[in-house]
């Protein structure tokens, strides 16, 4: 891997030709009057597949994981409420918001 060192004005001038360098490995240094300021590299590869469940060593994930909740287990956690439309979870139901208080001028 090399190292390219540049001035601001250079890197301004010739930004795209440096990108293209550092997409191939090199790094680029650049300075203001001959002082290093910034490096160019070559940013971090993102992950393509998603991550395997229960990675970890030792831990086997069960297809029964991703099995819907009983729903005695759900209203432990989610209580259902009655509406005029029937019966929704409180996380189905929409939130109504009023906006922020409004201050009153006194007179």
Do not use: Q, W
Not at 24 to 46: D, F, M, Q, S
């Amino acid at each position: 891997m090399t190292m390219i060192v540049i001035n601001i004005n250079e890197a301004k001038a010739k930004l795209s030709e440096y990108l293209e360098a550092v997409s191939k490995g090199e790094r680029v240094v650049i300075c203001n009057r001959n002082r290093p300021v910034a490096e160019l590299r070559a940013a971090a590869t993102t992950r393509t597949t998603p991550r395997p469940i229960g990675g970890a060593k030792g831990v086997d994930v069960l297809p029964s994981f991703f099995d819907p909740l009983p729903d005695d287990l759900l209203d432990a956690f989610d209580p259902v409420i009655e509406t005029r439309t029937g019966t929704v979870r409180v996380a189905e139901a929409k939130a109504r918001y009023a906006g922020p208080a409004r201050r009153r001028k006194h007179k």
